[in-house]
């Protein structure tokens, strides 16, 4: 069976409080549906339409179960709690087949918004990947979400793992993923974000 991962991109809180209350209901719901934290908080980095807010990634055995986590009766218990207290992209996405997360890895996450120009987005993979990879990186999931809640859309999300966050915002800030970039030059809307393993 094929791992997923529910990709949690907060996008506004707008109310601390309820955000504290879902967070209180929302961990134990996910640990009790089978899920595995790999990250919650803040992303430690943000680029491109990414932003440094609260993003979670959960692992689980397959996309069902996390389909199956977000409808739990814990879980709605959560939302209820959070109501309009937050915006976020939620999706869950099936994992390169075969893969699992290291744990106390970083994780670099690119959440597609929008696809402008399939040729650049083309150009931009054909170079990315080896950029990545020579960086340090291991694809753990690059797919189109299976699933979608909230704000989140059915569009490609890509996992990549890295020893520590700064390892993954150097692969960013690298030249040879500089010529990837280059040549996506607008082809697509991302939100990157870096985020750290959990303590």
Known sequence: MTRAYW???????????KLAAYVELG??????????FLAR????????SGRAERTTLVEFESVDAAVAAYESAGYRKALDALGDGAVRDLRIVEAV???TST??????LSIYRAAHDQDKIAAYRETAGPALEAAGGRFVA????????????????????????????????SEPYGK?????DGGADR?????????
């Not at 949690?8 to 409080?17: G, Q």
């Not at 744990?103 to 670099?108: K, Q």
């Open 7 to 17: 990709v949690n991109a907060f996008l506004e809180i707008r109310d601390p409080e």
């Open 27 to 36: 961990g134990p719901a996910m640990l009790e549906a089978g899920g595995r």
């Open 41 to 48: 908080g803040p992303a430690a980095a943000a680029f491109e």
């Open 97 to 99: 087949e075969g893969t």
């Open 103 to 108: 744990p106390g890895a970083a994780h670099f």
């Open 142 to 173: 690059r797919a189109t979400a299976s699933a979608a809640f909230e704000s989140g859309l059915l569009d490609r999300v890509v996992i990549i793992e890295f020893d520590s966050p700064e390892a993954a915002v150097a692969a960013y800030e």
């Open 180 to 184: 990837a970039l280059a040549a996506l």
């Open 191 to 199: 939100d990157i974000r870096v985020v750290a393993p959990i303590d």
